[in-house]
């Protein structure tokens, strides 16, 4: 299923019939021809980066797409979570409508998560729609956020509650770009590559017991391993299900807590892989309790997410504010907050759960320092 | 194809697979449970509407509405064209998330087109994605906005620039809502109408010269005729072709220079249809310019849309302010002001044409007082 290039190179396919694409995963691939053979070429290409990313990289992306743009404009987004919102996207549609661009117009998104949710959503709303092709440039985004097709910018009363579902055509993860990523910032993207394992692989989960300071150190095979693992999870995931009417909420193992984390200590406080890291700390709580999975687990779980370098203990909260924050979780039906928790090692489901309950596990979480 | 009910109102399909719908046109549907039946029923609904229409029509649909759902809440947006815009499209998000509406939730648009458009683009964007039903209160919006998921706000740099296409569940045309409706308004929705005519049906078009008097009466049997006939053309052409990647294109007639009309004065100076109105003289005139319509039809449709109540005379504007705001229309293309031509009487077709006879068609029809 996944093709192997010459050069190391590897395809993973996601299969969502007229809207199907590959995620090209390999080192230095601004250099790789075939890397960018057959995306749409158009008079005009937008790169859209942010204040960090873009004094490493935008200048040898721009020199890449000159080859098959007449013009390539860029536009500089401020960094952070805290400006993933509707004044932030405004900035990708003055610049292509300042620019006078076209609904054939590409859109490149060269950044982490933020960057690449705000580019597919501003792609998906411009002129009603041009194309778009991701290149994530931190590991969170290569391994879960670039790929599937969800964008969406922050609303003050919740996260990613304005959006859309709107497929990229190509996501282009160059692991060497990784080697400019804050250590921070990778134990962040590590989050979400742990979290493949619990709902899907257990295998895998094992791997990364074994591989997890690999990882942190960088090391190329490890990373190629991890990466091209995690995209074919959320390519088998996302295949499925793509609009999350059932299966796809398992990817969302964690979030329910680590959303309210963000938003309750306000957006950019923690970073969200370390809230999904704590998150599915108390997920695992959660599922323990209510016997889905074996007591010991946990430990198991919260040793690999705090070798990870990522926080287990929760933030302060009153209960209130954690029940309220939870309810406004897009998984919420008619009130009822919904989780996704574990079925056993390598599976999940969605269920509700009593508040009480909830409250008691993120108690017993909660650091008392 | 379209099936007269017991009640005299006609459904009228729209075929677009999984997202397929229906059109019912009929008069006092409020009270017609078939109108209403197979509508998704969830816990909340949301009605959409504007401080015009609320007050005449809002609490009769909300008692409607709460035979389906546990909850109707209700939002009112301000009135007008200068409003459709990003800070208005927030009042709906707040609305949604300050009752904590889940991604269930149905939105209802009560109102114009600007209502309409509004509701549409949130739906498609709240939480990525809830129904909405269309209850079109203006003949604009009955004939022609409400239908075919075109969903957008204006951004300063151009019209409708920023959105999404998104079908509606259903479209509710309620001819009896078109009592209220101010007698300019009435006309500006005849713009819409008339256009049917020149692009799709040139039997339609004579009809209309014989029986617009009796539409600016609101003769039932005229309105109930006119509204069917446009609905059937819209939905035969979005059958075809819905995200506009070609025919669908043709319902833009008169609207490249219509759009240039609204920006160009600041959005609500002239209704979006008194600008159709005026866009689509200027339009014929550079069809027969082009040799593609008999020199004698232009006088034939100015009359047809004088004797609705629209304006014929452009606003003066230089000349590179005209172009300027035709170059960031949605059609162009690498720069290139693309117009919707007839090619006879009855059929469409889109090309381009020089600056210097597009600025001498509309020297011919400007004011000179």
Known sequence: MNLATSSGTVRVPIALNERSYDIVIGSGLLADDACWDGLPASADALIVSNTTVAPLYAQALATRLSQRHRRVLQVQLPD???????????????????AGCDRKTVLYALGGGVVGDITGFAAACYMRGVPFVQV?????????????????????????????????????????????????ELSAGLAEVIKYGPIADAEFLAWLETHVEDLRALEPRALAHAVQRSCEIKAWVVGQDE?????????????????????????????????????????????????????????????????AGLPVQAPVMPGARWLELMRVDKKSEAGEIRFVLLDGVGRAQMRGAPDALVLDVIAAHTSTD
Chains 1, 2 share one sequence.
């Not at 993933?84 to 300042?98: C, I, P, S, Y």
């Not at 892989?273 to 779980?301: D, K, N, W, Y």
Request: glycine share 12%; charged share 15%.
């Open 80 to 98: 952070g979570e805290a400006h993933k919102d509707w004044a932030t996207l405004n900035l990708v549609f003055d610049a292509l409508l300042g």
């Open 136 to 184: 994530p440039t931190t590991l969170l985004a290569q391994v879960d956020s670039s790929v599937g097709g969800k964008t969406a910018v922050n609303h003050p009363l919740g996260k990613n509650m304005v959006g859309a579902f709107y497929q990229p055509a190509r996501v282009i993860c160059d692991l060497a770009m990784l080697n400019t990523l804050p250590p921070r």
């Open 243 to 307: 609009r999350e009417n059932g299966l796809r909420a398992i990817l969302n193992f964690g979030h329910t807590f680590g959303h309210a984390i963000e938003a309750g200590l306000g957006y950019g406080q923690w970073l969200h892989g370390e809230a999904i890291g704590c998150g599915m700390v108390l997920a695992a709580e959660l599922s323990a309790r209510l016997g889905l999975v074996a007591p010991a687990f946990v430990p198991r779980l919260t040793q690999l997410i705090q070798r």
